[in-house]
């Protein structure tokens, strides 16, 4: 495991090594795979702090329109996340809404970013940052369209990311460590250069948008069976890393996620680990990328005990030499240098 405390030039000489010449063409895009003797898979662990439907109850769906009013529950779990991985010398990459910034509280946060977790941005809203309609950007602007009146929906998106940027800045003091859109599309942005020429204007180097296809199963409350599970390890070839021509890096969200898991399937939690477990191993056999991805207002009710955060760490251990839990920055930061970006 990486110490507790790892210099910037450490972390940069680990990854260059650690790698080696993991870089070739794919297509439209150039994609990021590691090669056989890569010495290390990297493995991120990441939140998006927000509030989930169905959570803590089945019936509740208010969260839509207020998805930034982070219950008590949500951030406790999110600090104390912060504070095992931290024990584990590694860090959790989050993503915040601008309109948590709104909150009396945002102590928590701060405490975080103190303890060396980067913050990145999700939007102010939550928006749906592809909706070419105003009534598809977000449920919030569906009861209150005189929020957005005689705009167009480009420019209230642009808005709405531009928002989030000054509300960590002006409340937490922080710069935002990249962009990661709310939802996942199969397809990250690659139909949308307009959005990738936005983010890069914007300054944001790299972008977390692509959550691949895959199975969950057809009878919700039942754990999935063997092809299930063998349709989730294939995404994790989808969720490799890539740059758009562009030249934005693309840093996708591996399967399965806890609220497709809990909300879509209805898994027991017993088939969650099952599956992130077989998931970390296969990047570790690999020399690849996993980039889990969890909501603490998800993980909060179905994982109180932190099983999955746990596992990934001691999995990560038990590696030993052959991966290291990282943040999203360092893995898009290789990528540009080995592509020369």
Same mark, same amino acid.
């Given at each position: 495991?990486?110490?507790?405390?790892?210099?910037?030039?450490?972390?940069?000489?680990?990854?260059? %090594?650690?790698?080696?010449?993991?870089?070739?063409?794919?297509?439209?895009?150039?994609?990021?795979?590691?090669?056989?003797?890569?010495?290390?898979?990297?493995?991120?662990?990441?939140?998006?702090? /927000?509030?989930?439907?169905?959570?803590? !109850?089945?019936?509740? !769906?208010?969260?839509?329109?207020?998805?930034?009013?982070?219950?008590?529950?949500?951030?406790?779990?999110?600090?104390?996340?912060?504070?095992?991985?931290?024990?584990?010398?590694?860090?959790?990459?989050?993503?915040?809404?601008?309109?948590?910034?709104?909150?009396?509280?945002?102590?928590?946060?701060?405490? *975080?970013?103190?303890?060396?977790?980067?913050?990145?941005?999700? !939007?102010?809203?939550?928006?749906?940052?592809?909706?070419?309609?105003?009534?598809?950007?977000?449920?919030?602007?569906?009861?209150?369209?005189?929020?957005?009146?005689?705009?167009?929906?480009?420019? *209230?998106?642009?808005?709405?990311?531009?928002?989030? /940027?000054?509300?960590?800045?002006?409340?937490?003091?922080?710069?935002?460590?990249?962009?990661?859109?709310?939802?996942?599309?199969?397809?990250?942005?690659?139909?949308?250069?307009?959005?990738?020429?936005?983010?890069?204007?914007?300054?944001? %180097?790299?972008?977390?948008?692509?959550?691949?296809?895959?199975?969950?199963?057809?009878?919700?409350?039942?754990?999935?069976?063997?092809?299930?599970?063998?349709?989730?390890?294939?995404?994790?070839?989808?969720?490799?890393?890539?740059?758009?021509?562009?030249?934005?890096?693309?840093?996708?969200?591996?399967? *399965?996620?806890?609220?497709?898991?809990?909300?879509?399937?209805?898994?027991?939690?017993?088939?969650?680990? /099952?599956? *992130?477990?077989?998931?970390?191993?296969?990047?570790?056999?690999?020399?690849?990328?996993?980039?889990?991805?969890?909501?603490?207002?998800?993980?909060?009710?179905?994982?109180? %005990?932190?099983?999955?955060?746990?596992?990934?760490? /001691?999995?990560?251990?038990?590696?030993?030499?052959?991966?290291?839990?990282?943040?999203?920055?360092?893995?898009?930061?290789?990528?540009?240098?080995?592509?020369?970006?």
């Amino acid at each position: 495991m990486r110490p507790h405390a790892v210099s910037h030039r450490t972390r940069r000489g680990f990854l260059d %090594s650690a790698l080696g010449a993991g870089l070739a063409a794919a297509g439209p895009a150039r994609a990021f795979a590691a090669p056989p003797e890569a010495k290390k898979a990297l493995i991120a662990i990441t939140l998006d702090l /927000e509030m989930s439907r169905n959570f803590p !109850t089945w019936d509740q !769906t208010h969260w839509d329109y207020e998805k930034g009013n982070l219950d008590a529950a949500t951030k406790h779990y999110a600090a104390e996340a912060a504070r095992r991985v931290k024990g584990h010398g590694g860090v959790i990459h989050f993503f915040a809404l601008g309109q948590t910034m709104e909150q009396e509280d945002v102590g928590w946060l701060r405490e *975080i970013v103190a303890q060396g977790h980067p913050v990145g941005n999700h !939007t102010y809203d939550h928006v749906n940052v592809k909706a070419t309609r105003r009534e598809d950007i977000q449920f919030r602007f569906r009861r209150a369209p005189w929020l957005i009146e005689g705009k167009a929906p480009a420019d *209230i998106i642009a808005d709405n990311i531009r928002l989030a /940027e000054r509300a960590l800045k002006q409340r937490i003091g922080i710069v935002p460590a990249g962009f990661r859109t709310p939802g996942g599309f199969n397809n990250g942005l690659e139909d949308r250069p307009d959005l990738q020429a936005l983010l890069l204007k914007m300054g944001y %180097s790299w972008a977390s948008s692509k959550y691949p296809a895959h199975p969950i199963g057809s009878a919700p409350g039942k754990a999935p069976d063997r092809a299930v599970m063998a349709g989730i390890l294939a995404a994790q070839e989808k969720s490799q890393p890539f740059i758009y021509p562009s030249g934005l890096v693309e840093l996708p969200m591996s399967p *399965i996620s806890d609220v497709t898991a809990f909300r879509a399937g209805r898994w027991p939690l017993s088939a969650f680990l /099952e599956a *992130i477990r077989a998931s970390v191993a296969r990047a570790i056999e690999r020399r690849a990328v996993f980039c889990f991805l969890g909501h603490p207002s998800c993980l909060g009710v179905v994982d109180p %005990s932190f099983r999955a955060i746990e596992m990934i760490a /001691e999995l990560v251990h038990a590696a030993g030499d052959r991966a290291a839990i990282v943040d999203l920055e360092a893995i898009a930061r290789h990528a540009r240098q080995r592509l020369g970006r």
